[in-house]
């Protein structure tokens, strides 16, 4: 111990710096690579309980595909963009880790009788986050009312009165929306 | 006869010299009309309207809004998700016409309202006949003063419930009813109804059951198929006659709807209107102005 306390007789300072520096951009790169590869639909879906279910259902939507090619992908709804919010959703996602080693979702049928167990986590979730991700592209600023159809255009007008956000009107719009929801659920 | 088809081509179509019982009908082409589009509605009582986990606008409903503030200009797209079968409809019809556009118009004068429906016969599904008699019913209702719960906000919903007859698993004996019934209270809704095969005009109301008369207010009801066009024409008396007639009052407004059970159709299966508010001499969706 008492060696990692004295100064290096050995190195130079400007050695032990710059392979310090070195390590820390390999360490932080090689994290950074990781985090990002974990943050893609190919990722999402290389495992089968997130394909055959939700990712076939997200394909049929507007997210997906629509009249201006734009589209969101799992993480743009799901992950958010700004380095501590990721983080922290990133340490709590590692629970999932878990899931798929019991195999908690394995089957359509496990994964139905858990879907709305599932969709209440994530739209509290994103409530909590006034739907910061839904805000990453949408915004009621940049949103024209008269442009909208009638009732979408009452609706808005309602939610901007009413301090609402995205995801209290907006479940389902992405995947189906789970058997047994209540009218809880809807407000 | 020729002489009236040409004057129904520009525009004017012109009672006199019909020999109808419409002497004192108004000169419908003077009379403005309001377009209002029929839909077929499915499964939608008043229960699942008002239900936030089926229906997005069961919390614009609790604020007040009335389902046209919403769906007025959609009609006919939620009659073609509702028909197809995409949406709350368990039994769809090969063929149904998904929503009807009808012209509707109004006017009174001292004793009487007049109201005129006119529609393009929509093509037949060929599905079996609900109603063998009637190839086509049209009805309309009438509130007053929101006596009867949301009647100032969902017009015929207010009747329409998840136990009526012809709804999923109801009883083939409950027919339409409101909340909280009582004639002498005036929360009900006054019924009229023509027949096209009887021919014949029905003055009911809608209370605690649904009855196809005891009304004294209908003093005709005639209806005629023009190649592909229906024209229906309703004169009731402004004053209330029998039991379950609504008064009526120059500067007033009233809850209003109306339905079309076309291709023979029963029960459920109409098409329907939003609730909507007819004026007399009053600022409305319809207005009835004195002629």
């Known amino acids: ?187 | 006869m020729k002489k009236t088809m040409i004057a129904a081509a520009v525009g004017t179509v012109l009672a006199l010299g019909t020999g109808s019982a419409l002497a004192a009908a108004p000169d419908w082409g003077k009379v403005e009309a309001k377009d209002i589009t029929l839909f077929y509605p499915g499964v939608s009582p008043l229960e699942w309207i008002q239900k936030g986990s089926a229906h997005g606008g069961a919390r614009a409903l609790k604020k007040g809004e009335t389902c046209a503030d919403c769906h007025h200009e959609e009609t006919s797209d939620m009659g073609k998700k509702i028909a197809s079968g995409q949406k709350i409809e368990p039994s769809p019809i090969a063929g149904k016409a998904a929503f009807i556009p009808v012209k509707v118009q109004a006017a009174h004068d001292a004793d009487n309202l007049y109201l005129r429906f006119s529609w393009k016969q929509p093509a037949a599904s060929g599905a079996a006949k609900m109603d063998d008699k009637n190839p086509v019913k049209i009805a309309f209702m009438l509130e007053s003063g929101g006596k009867v719960e949301l009647a100032d906000q969902a017009g015929c919903w207010a009747t329409c419930h998840t136990d009526s007859r012809t709804m999923p698993d109801a009883a083939d004996t409950k027919t339409k009813y409101v909340k909280g019934a009582s004639l002498a209270e005036g929360k009900f809704y006054d019924l009229y109804q023509w027949r096209s095969g009887e021919k014949k005009g029905f003055d009911g109301h809608v209370a605690d059951t649904r009855v196809m008369e005891g009304g004294s207010a209908l003093v005709s009801a005639e209806g005629k198929q023009d190649g592909d066009t229906w024209t229906v024409v309703f004169t009731r008396k402004l004053a209330a006659g029998g039991q379950g007639d609504v008064a009526l009052e120059a500067g007033k407004t009233y809850n209003f709807g109306f339905a079309i059970h076309d291709d023979s159709a029963a029960g459920r299966f109409h098409h329907v209107s939003l609730g909507y508010k007819l004026g007399i001499d009053a600022k409305a969706d319809i207005t009835a102005a004195k002629q």
């Open chain 1, 1 to 187: 111990m008492a060696r990692l306390r004295r100064p290096s007789t050995k190195y130079s300072l400007g050695g032990l710096l710059s392979v310090g520096i070195l390590l820390g951009v390999l360490f932080w790169g090689g994290f950074n690579t990781v985090l990002e590869a974990t943050n893609t639909e190919t990722f999402c879906i290389s495992c089968h309980e997130m394909e055959e279910n939700v990712y076939q259902e997200y394909k049929e939507t507007i997210h997906y595909n629509n009249r201006t090619g734009v589209r969101a992908t799992c993480p743009d709804c799901h992950v958010p963009k700004e380095w501590t919010h990721k983080m922290i959703r990133k340490v709590q996602a590692s629970r999932e880790v878990w899931g798929k080693l019991t195999g908690s979702i394995s089957t359509p049928e496990k994964f139905e009788a858990k879907r709305l167990t599932l969709a209440r986590s994530e739209w509290a979730r994103m409530k909590a986050a006034d739907s910061r991700e839904c805000r990453n592209c949408h915004g009621f600023e940049s949103m024209d009312p008269e442009k909208q159809k009638q009732r979408a255009r009452k609706q808005h007008e309602m939610a901007i009165e009413d301090k609402m956000t995205c995801i209290d009107c907006h479940k389902g719009i992405a995947h189906h929306k789970p058997e047994g929801m209540t009218d809880e659920d809807e407000e």
